[in-house]
Structure formats: structure tokens, C-alpha cells
């Protein structure tokens, strides 16, 4: 992601004027907004009304959610897809705790954000919201930053914006009630320094170390994760070179849509063909990319003797999943150029596994699309897989495509495609069911331009459905397509071997269409192919508000990637 640090509407961005500001509050929402913030979403309380307003006075757009969880998501997706540093903002204390789930999700995923709070006043010991907040954010991954007084509150802005871009952290910035009423010092300025962070070359002898087990490689992949995906046209480059394919992480899934040489997702998302194919690699280059447990398999992609590249920016990161037989801290765009470099000094180019033939089976085989499998339909429910290639075929292609998750979220991940690296918005780092919703509309406020698409469950769509009010009401023409077996499918699959009581994990039918209606979204529900035409229907309109398909699925017995998390449980 390549982060945006100015506002074209405001001010010199080297310069915080304070001439119109009265207090700190305000001071900070204006300081965050020549900041270059791009957009803010939060459920207002008296701890948060002024600084909230003086965001939105400095030309900051707001979203006014319904629970402090969907707007700490909202912000994530929309940082992750827009490029730019979202804002959450809560009240203190028990604002703070609602937005928690969301705030672990970003902090994990090192999203680039900024929560902005309200505190107690540090006098205010037995007040109902006093929580310690600090130890909160640290908690769940974030950075704790507080404003301290009216004399440091820019500089301390300043650091939390800064460190939230540089480190791509997602900083908890704590505002407390006594201070923000503190008066600021009219006509007063502030240097603030906004270089952009500076990208980490890789020492020469890396570079040449890679160069060389390149050189050495008969049958090379590139797998590129989250870290990767501001780096693609030099992955790109330096794969067509040395003949290698090209893979992704499924955080940074489309990034090489395009490419004929492009296996797709790596990892439990992989269709056969591309799941045999990079276990067969005699080399494996991660660039910004874990290589976790979801991404190898637990392994199961890496072969006894396949060499292992990990190139990251952050040091703690190489090896940390798995032994690598190479290690290069810096930064993917800049590492993929100088290895490149060193292979055009040494004239080298092979064609390693870029054949016709593979580009032809590439194209037949590398998509869940293309994948035979038998129809699971019955006269009640549809094959999630007959749903999910119908809707793909039918939805426009220029889509941004969001996903709760569950048993089901292969199916979106898997069979409806995506035009790249920002049409795809995955919010899996916690495995938390519920983010989904406010996932889809945070990527939707990030691009305008496409049509948000989300694929969830019953289970996570009736968590989080106080935010189809906000779909509705923000005119978002948001698909949701709810995969609607009754239940938490994945346990339901999980302990269905043991002979477990389930009841616990399942549910009576809910008319979910119904619901979605009384909300002012339209809905339909579909049991078969014969009852998408108001899909279509729906897409040919005005698309004044949200669609929801209750899907009322068949059980397709426990989804292949469903195996695979519960073995890291």
C-alpha cells in the first residue's frame, strides 16, 4: 500500500496553523487532517463529539456507524484498499472496548491507522469508563500513544501519524476529557516533517546470494504476501527474467492478475493444480510474505529439498515460521531491482518454467472455476460452488471484493475473481467472524468506483447487521451474498466426526431477506439458479441501496480449507 501524506485541500503540509483553534481537541482533529488522514469513521459520544467535529471541519470525511467494532473495521479495509491512513473514533472506555475486535485485526495485519480516543482525565480514578486504555491497545498489537498537554499536542499527533505510517502500525492515540478542553496558543505553528519512509535496500550481498540460488533453480516461484503488494511490477519483472511463476498470498490475491505465468492463491485457497505445482518448486521466494501455516500448507507446499527465500523489512519476521535457507531484510520493490541488476551484469536470463504449455495449463487449471465437482444442489438449497461461479459470471468485473469469515469463505476468495491487488479486501488476521460487513463497506468508501461484493456467513452477517442500516443509509451499492447454512458451519463440519452434540453451533432458519428488507436494503433469496434474476435485475437499476442474497446452501461436508486452519487450533 502506498500511503498518501498530504491533503490537496489543506493547508502547506510543513505547516499546522492553529490561529482558528480553540482547544486541543480541536488542534488535533485539525492537525490529523493536514496530516493527510483520508477518512474517518467512528460512533460519536460526548468524549469524541468536538475532536470528531474538528476532523470533519478540516475536510475529513466521516461515516457514522452503528457499533465501534464495524467502524474500527471500516477504517482498516479502507486504509488497506485506499492507500491513505483511516481514522477510528470512539469515546472513551467502553467506545474504546466495543472497537476492540477491529482494532486487533488492524494492529495484526499492520494496517496503517489511527484510533482516536477520548480517556478519563487521570483525576477521574472512579469514573465508569476509567479502563486502562494504554495497556488495552498494547494487548491486541497496537501502539499506545496519548496527547499529553496543550503545549505538546500537535508533536505528539505528529508521532502517533508518523510512527502508524513509518512502522505501518495501527496507533491507539488517546485523547483524555481534561485536556482536550485546555485552550492552544492562537497563530502558533509547528514544524511538521512529512518525508515519506524511506524504502530499505538490501545489502549487496544478499542481493548476490539470491542471485545466485536463482541461478542455481531449475523450477522457481515467487510468492508475494502483504509486504509484497506495493512491489508487484518489480516482482513481476524480475519472475519474467529468471522463469518463474508467480503466486500470492491470498492478502495480496489479484496482484498479478494479468500475468500468464500467475498460479493464484497459494496456500488452503489453492486448486489442485497450483497446490502440486509449487510443491513441485525446487526454489520458493517469499517476498513480504510469512509463509505461514495458511500459506504452505503447514509445510505441505515446501519440498524436502526446495530452497527458501524470505525477504521482508521486518528482521523478526524472516525465518519465524519456518527454517529459510536465506533471509534478506529490505524492502520487496527494491530487493527484486537489485537482484535483477546483478543478473543483467551477468547477461543471465532462463526460462526455467515460463513454457506454452504451462501457461496453457496455467490458464485451464489454476482457478477453482475451472475445477469439476459435483452438484451438492438439492431442491431447497444451492451448491455454494453453482452459487459462487453464477454470481461471478454475473457480477461486473470491475468489483472490490470483501470476505467475512467461516466454512463458506473459500468460496468468495475462490471463484469470484478480482481485476487486482485492491479488489480484494481480507480481514483474516484475528479469524474473527463479524468483520465482514463493515470490511465490505470501509472498501466500498475506499473505491467508489467498483462494485463492493461480500461473501459471508449467516453466522458473521447477523453479528455485525447494525451496519446494513449504515450500507443503507450511505446509498453503498453493496452485494451481499450471505452463505446461509444455520449455523457456525466450520464447527458444525469440525466436530461432526466426533459424534458431538451440535446444537450448540446450530440454528433455526432465519429469514434473512426478510430482515434485510426491514432494514431498506433490497434482498431475494435463492435455492436455486432460477431465483438470481433479481440479481440481475438489481444490477441493471439505479443501485440505490445494498442487495443481500440469502443463500440457503447445501452442505458440502466440511470445506477443503477448513482442515486446514483447525490444525493450527
Known amino acids: 500500500m502506498t500511503l498518501t501524506t498530504s491533503n490537496p485541500k ?38 469524541n463529539f468536538v475532536v470528531t467535529n474538528a476532523l470533519r471541519k478540516a475536510g475529513v470525511p466521516y461515516t457514522a456507524a452503528r457499533h465501534e467494532g464495524g467502524a474500527a473495521t471500516m477504517a482498516d479495509a479502507y486504509g488497506r484498499m485506499s492507500g491513505k491512513v483511516g481514522v477510528a473514533t470512539t469515546h472513551q472506555g467502553c467506545g474504546l472496548t466495543n472497537a476492540i475486535t477491529g482494532i486487533g485485526e488492524a494492529a495484526k495485519s499492520r494496517t496503517p491507522m489511527i484510533v482516536l480516543t477520548a480517556d478519563t482525565a487521570a483525576s477521574a480514578t472512579r469514573s465508569n469508563f476509567n479502563i486502562d486504555q494504554d495497556a488495552l491497545a498494547v494487548s491486541v498489537g497496537a501502539v499506545a500513544e496519548r496527547i499529553h498537554s496543550a503545549e505538546t499536542a500537535v508533536a505528539d499527533t505528529v508521532r502517533a501519524y508518523r510512527t502508524a505510517v513509518n512502522q505501518r502500525r495501527t496507533v491507539v492515540l488517546s485523547l483524555p476529557t481534561d485536556i482536550q478542553g485546555e485552550q492552544v496558543v492562537a497563530g502558533s505553528t509547528l514544524p511538521v516533517p512529512l518525508d515519506p519512509p524511506q524504502r530499505v535496500r538490501p545489502t549487496e550481498a544478499a542481493a548476490s546470494q539470491l542471485a545466485v540460488l536463482i541461478q542455481q533453480a531449475q523450477r522457481p516461484v515467487f510468492v508475494a504476501g502483504r509486504g509484497g503488494r506495493e512491489a508487484g511490477p518489480e516482482i513481476a519483472a524480475l519472475a519474467e527474467v529468471v522463469g518463474a511463476l508467480v503466486a500470492t498470498s491470498a492478502v495480496a490475491h489479484g496482484l498479478f492478475n494479468g500475468n500468464p505465468y500467475n498460479l493464484g492463491i497459494s496456500g488452503g485457497f489453492s486448486s489442485p493444480f497450483t497446490a502440486e505445482t509449487i510443491a513441485d518448486a525446487d526454489l520458493i521466494v517469499g517476498w513480504g510474505c510469512a509463509l505461514n501455516m495458511w500459506t504452505m500448507r503447514h509445510g505441505t507446499l515446501i519440498g524436502e529439498s526446495t530452497t527458501v527465500v524470505q525477504v521482508d523489512l521486518d528482521d523478526s519476521a524472516l525465518g519465524a515460521n519456518r527454517a529459510i535457507d536465506l533471509g534478506i531484510l529490505g524492502d520487496c ?12 551484469t551477468s547477461r543471465y536470463k532462463a526460462t526455467g518454467l515460463r513454457t506454452y504449455e504451462m501457461a496453457q495449463r496455467i490458464a485451464e487449471h ?40 467461516g466454512n463458506f469463505m473459500g468460496y468468495p476468495s475462490t471463484y469470484l475473481a478480482v481485476p487486482d491487488e485492491f479488489g480484494f479486501c481480507f480481514t483474516q488476521a484475528f479469524q474473527s467472524i463479524g468483520l465482514g460487513l463493515s470490511t465490505a463497506i470501509g472498501a466500498a468508501v475506499a473505491r467508489p468506483d467498483r462494485l463492493p461484493v461480500l461473501g459471508t456467513g449467516d453466522g458473521g452477517f447477523l453479528m455485525a447487521i447494525s451496519e446494513l442500516e449504515t450500507a443503507v443509509r450511505e446509498e453503498i451499492p453493496l452485494v451481499v451474498i450471505v452463505y446461509n447454512d444455520s449455523a457456525y458451519g466450520a464447527e458444525v463440519h469440525h466436530f461432526d466426526a466426533d459424534d458431538a452434540d451440535l446444537d450448540v453451533v446450530r440454528f433455526p432458519t432465519t429469514d434473512i431477506a426478510s430482515i434485510a428488507a426491514g432494514y431498506g436494503a433490497a434482498a431475494v433469496t435463492v435455492r436455486g439458479l432460477e431465483d438470481i434474476t433479481p440479481v440481475e435485475e438489481w444490477l441493471s437499476g439505479p443501485r440505490q441501496a445494498p442487495l443481500v442474497i440469502d443463500a440457503r446452501i447445501a452442505s458440502d461436508g466440511g470445506a477443503w480449507w477448513l482442515a486446514e486452519a483447525f490444525k493450527g487450533h
Open 10 to 47: 489543506a493547508a502547506p503540509a510543513h505547516e499546522v496553523p492553529t490561529s482558528n483553534t480553540a482547544n486541543v481537541a480541536e488542534l488535533v482533529g485539525t492537525t490529523l487532517a493536514r496530516l493527510g488522514v483520508g477518512h474517518a469513521f467512528g460512533v460519536v459520544g460526548s468524549g
Open 333 to 344: 520493490a527494491e530487493t527484486a531491482a537489485a537482484v535483477l541488476q546483478e543478473l543483467h
Open 366 to 405: 489454476a482457478r477453482w472455476n475451472s475445477v469439476e465437482t459435483e452438484d451438492l444442489s438439492t431442491g431447497q438449497t444451492i451448491d455454494p460452488r453453482v452459487l459462487s461461479r453464477a454470481l461471478d459470471a454475473l457480477l461486473p468485473e470491475n468489483r472490490i471484493v470483501s470476505v467475512d469469515s
